[in-house]
């Protein structure tokens, strides 16, 4: 079962991409140390973040939630929206319809 969603898949995924960006320790996901992270241009990492944002789309449809660095990515299918919690700022919600 996949993840529903109503609204245009591009825009869901940069919003996805653009919660992403804030998480901290999210380059672990690529094997990468912090300061090739770091070392990277913003494009390059904002690249990186939109493949993964398509990765975790998918994933959300067989796993509700998915942790990244020091945050949870959780799909809601009851509200239609995926939540990116972070432990220090504040929660960002993706509609999906």
Known sequence: MGVKFNRQYEEIIE????ALMDIAGCHEFFEMEEEQWISLKNKERRDCLRT?????????????????????I????????????????????????
């Open 52 to 72: 993964l944002s398509d990765d975790l789309f998918y994933g959300l449809g067989t796993e509700s939630f998915i942790e990244l660095g020091d945050s949870l």
């Open 74 to 97: 959780t799909w809601h299918r009851q509200n239609h929206t995926i939540t990116v919690s972070y432990p220090v700022k504040t929660t960002v919600t993706i509609g999906l319809i």
């Open 15 to 18: 919003e996805l991409t653009d």
